[in-house]
């Protein structure tokens, strides 16, 4: 019995990585024989799992049945933990989204409320898709910081303050049978640029996916596949040395590119130039309240020429720049993807970031990469978590309900 | 006859890329019959081109001959092509030095006179070897700068002063019958790193490799495979922004890590403290031929205490480990390999390099990797390139008068 459930689990991925597939193509993949292949594709067919996908149109002879998963069967749960936010989507096999959900929060120094929250938002959105428990596949959670690779402990995450969470494991405990992995953010973020559909879905491109946000991250993929590093911490941009002598950063290192750019950065050197300019568009734009400032305050004064506010939004474009010439000379990728709350503050600063860019990195190094505004869907963290459950091998492993 | 002589170079790859392996597994890999493989492997062996490699001495039954390429049948050429030096080496198919030779040279802004040298010296050593040009199987030239993938063409090389040189054309015309690629002397070195033999030979590590010489390149190796980057220009790390207000570098751009720490900044720099100061123990040990100083000037008279020379030293490591921890960050290796010239003046250099780079690497990120002292061999680029040539898909391609 074991090997049956066995080799259904294997068909069932077999469909999933690479349908629409004909019943021969299976049983060469699984190496099972045929016989076997249509006995249990025909309990499938019958549990309304997967479908015929038509019939292949080439070639001569017999025109094989494909056979899909059906789009209203398995579901993926992504979770999009931010350091001001919370927010957790379901999709469907196809992608579509069923529902989603967003709820502000301040996760520092708290792992423990922002556990119970993650789980609260889970089980919200699984509420209000209306859903079996039995059909959800797994749930990805994507929050920024060092993940170790395999155990998805959160290392260290500077902007949240934590150090060794076993977040994968207490998660899997608490959400029991739902298999869950913790990604980091930025990965779910570059995943979620190459979605079917996307440009480059499916395509061997090397893509550096930068996440300008309340901090600074990013995730480089290969040749189509994620790129993990050694040991998982690959892609701490956010935490290259730009200015030798520079402010402290969360780290605890000098000079970090977070320290300079990121939209704690700009928040910080918002408030330090309105305490010495009361009268200036920056306090004009928060109605004093200097606690209100932010980084989009900032890019809103500095929309308005506020020239202290231009100068450190510029200022914050000449360093993502240096870091993102520091990738392109290492990396030579095809693409640079920018993406994060940062960007969603008008064309200029894309604008501004390339100039930058163009001008430190090496000449004719990296010469065809294209640097592209990323996605600004809200949700594209959460939905790239949901894509990074489905990369996953043995995903159907906690489905034993299904034999 | 074609898919014989076809047929005959698949068997000969094969037994170079997995000997020593039996007749059964090449009939398997190549895709022929065993009788095919039989016939081929036969005229092979009677052409003393492979030989056995004694017998399997595990499992039940028959235990079947393995085969090898002969030792002293193939041969290799490896040429480095420094700024100031040129080397030439033949090994045989076990990575056996057959012979080297080394010029001093001064190729800036001249590739007429530099791919002349080139030739010479292949000349000399094939001549010197005493082999036949029908048993060379290729000849790689790795040089630093820009080499675009495929063309084997030098983009850009700041420390030459070359631009769009179709250097691998030239000597594949000049030099026919041999087989010429061209490569990127960092990744020449890298490869040198995982020779067979080595610790992490055929390892699937994830190497970046550092060569701090005249200029300064790094190689990235991973999950074992050399990696090139989407247009084949990574690893320019010598070439990021490490002060971004600095001197300026031979490649036009400001505070590059190569402006600051190269072998030929730092010589700049004792130049000009040199000047400055005639009673200096840096100007004692040129006997006030400033002109003598570099790099290794510079060493020894921080070696001996020389407070701005020692000054000197410490800045570039500092700068090192500002770009290293940059890698680290952004790669997250499992090894760093310190090499190049820069690091034959003691081993205080070094000491200091990972100083730098540790307090400059994120907490937690990489936190396993191994920084390590490279080969020191004078001749590691040029062997590292007879590698090269042995990773080479279709090495025999030119090798017409096998068959």
């Given at each position: 019995?074991?090997?049956?459930r066995?080799?259904k689990?294997k068909?069932?991925?077999?469909?999933?990585?690479?349908?629409p597939?004909?019943?021969?193509a299976?049983?060469k993949?699984v190496?099972?024989?045929?016989?076997?292949v249509?006995?249990?594709t025909?309990?499938?067919e019958a549990?309304?799992?997967i479908?015929?996908?038509?019939?292949?149109s080439?070639?001569v002879?017999?025109h094989?049945e494909l056979?899909?998963?059906?789009s209203?069967?398995?579901?993926y749960?992504?979770?999009?933990?931010?350091?001001?936010?919370?927010?957790?989507?379901?999709v469907?096999?196809?992608?579509?989204?069923?529902t989603?959900y967003t709820t502000?929060?301040?996760h520092?120094?708290?792992?423990?409320?922002?556990?119970?929250?993650i789980?609260?938002?889970?089980?919200?959105?699984?509420?209000?898709?209306?859903?079996?428990?039995?059909?959800?596949?797994?749930?990805?959670?994507?929050?920024p910081?060092?993940?170790?690779?395999?155990?998805?402990?959160?290392?260290?995450?500077?902007?949240?303050g934590?150090?060794?969470?076993?977040?994968q494991?207490i998660?899997?405990?608490?959400?029991?049978?739902?298999?869950?992995i913790v990604?980091n953010?930025?990965?779910?973020?570059?995943r979620?640029?190459?979605?079917?559909?996307?440009?480059?879905?499916?395509?061997?491109?090397?893509?550096?996916?930068?996440?300008?946000?309340y901090?600074?991250?990013?995730?480089?993929?290969?040749?189509?596949?994620?790129?993990?590093g050694?040991?998982?911490?690959?892609?701490?941009i956010?935490?290259?040395?730009?200015?030798?002598?520079?402010?402290?950063?969360?780290?605890g290192?000098?000079?970090?590119?977070?320290?300079l750019?990121s939209?704690?950065?700009i928040e910080?050197?918002g408030?330090?130039?309105?305490?010495m300019?009361?009268?200036?568009?920056?306090?004009?734009?928060?109605d004093?309240?200097?606690?209100?400032?932010d980084?989009?305050?900032?890019?809103?004064?500095?929309?308005?020429n506020?020239?202290?506010?231009?100068?450190?939004i510029?200022n914050a474009?000449k360093?993502?720049?240096?870091?993102?010439?520091?990738?392109?000379?290492?990396?030579d990728?095809?693409?640079?993807y920018?993406?994060?709350?940062l960007?969603?503050n008008?064309?200029?600063?894309l604008?501004?970031?390339?100039?930058y860019?163009?001008?430190?990195?090496?000449?004719?190094a990296g010469?065809?990469?294209?640097?592209?505004?990323?996605?600004q869907d809200?949700?594209?963290?959460a939905?790239?978590?949901t894509?990074?459950?489905?990369?996953?091998?043995n995903?159907?492993e906690?489905?034993?309900?299904l034999?």
């Amino acid at each position: 019995m074991g090997a049956v459930r066995n080799n259904k689990k294997k068909v069932l991925e077999c469909i999933q990585n690479q349908g629409p597939i004909n019943r021969a193509a299976i049983a060469k993949d699984v190496g099972i024989s045929l016989p076997a292949v249509m006995s249990i594709t025909n309990e499938l067919e019958a549990k309304k799992i997967i479908r015929s996908a038509g019939f292949v149109s080439e070639g001569v002879g017999k025109h094989p049945e494909l056979l899909e998963i059906r789009s209203d069967y398995f579901y993926y749960i992504g979770v999009d933990v931010g350091r001001l936010h919370l927010r957790g989507t379901v999709v469907g096999q196809d992608g579509r989204e069923i529902t989603k959900y967003t709820t502000e929060t301040n996760h520092g120094e708290n792992p423990e409320q922002c556990i119970e929250d993650i789980c609260s938002v889970i089980q919200y959105v699984v509420e209000k898709a209306a859903i079996d428990n039995g059909n959800i596949v797994g749930v990805c959670v994507a929050m920024p910081g060092l993940i170790e690779l395999g155990s998805g402990k959160v290392i260290f995450s500077p902007n949240f303050g934590w150090k060794n969470v076993p977040l994968q494991d207490i998660l899997n405990k608490k959400l029991s049978p739902y298999k869950v992995i913790v990604r980091n953010a930025n990965r779910a973020q570059a995943r979620f640029e190459l979605r079917p559909g996307a440009e480059y879905a499916n395509k061997k491109v090397t893509v550096f996916c930068i996440g300008l946000g309340y901090g600074i991250g990013s995730a480089t993929i290969i040749n189509g596949n994620m790129y993990y590093g050694a040991s998982g911490t690959s892609g701490e941009i956010g935490h290259i040395t730009v200015m030798p002598n520079g402010p402290i950063c969360t780290c605890g290192n000098t000079g970090c590119l977070e320290a300079l750019s990121s939209g704690a950065a700009i928040e910080k050197q918002g408030k330090n130039i309105a305490r010495m300019n009361p009268d200036s568009m920056l306090c004009h734009i928060v109605d004093n309240h200097l606690e209100k400032i932010d980084a989009k305050a900032v890019f809103r004064a500095a929309a308005l020429n506020d020239v202290e506010c231009v100068q450190i939004i510029d200022n914050a474009a000449k360093y993502i720049g240096i870091a993102l010439a520091a990738a392109i000379n290492i990396l030579d990728p095809d693409i640079i993807y920018v993406c994060g709350g940062l960007t969603k503050n008008g064309s200029d600063f894309l604008e501004k970031i390339k100039k930058y860019t163009r001008a430190r990195q090496m000449k004719f190094a990296g010469r065809h990469v294209k640097i592209i505004q990323g996605s600004q869907d809200d949700y594209n963290v959460a939905k790239g978590a949901t894509l990074m459950i489905q990369d996953e091998g043995n995903m159907f492993e906690k489905l034993s309900f299904l034999y």
